[in-house]
């Protein structure tokens, strides 16, 4: 993404916290979800997105 200037403005305009997201924050979540921690948790999903989905809803 580095190489492209044009695409890596794209993101830090379209996502609200300005970037893509780190491989371990979207692991994390992946991580919680496999572990006992999550037991209750069922039919939830969980979007990673940096607040995307929440500004087009707006």
Known sequence: MKAN????GL???AVPLGRI???DEVSD???F???PR???????????????M????T
């Open 29 to 31: 979540v992946i991580v």
């Open 5 to 8: 200037a044009e695409l890596e």
């Open 11 to 13: 993101i830090e305009r």
């Open 38 to 52: 999550a037991t209750y948790v069922t039919g939830a999903g969980w979007i990673v997105d940096g607040g995307t």
């Open 54 to 57: 929440l500004q087009l809803q």
């Open 21 to 23: 997201a780190k491989t």
């Open 33 to 35: 979800l496999s572990s």
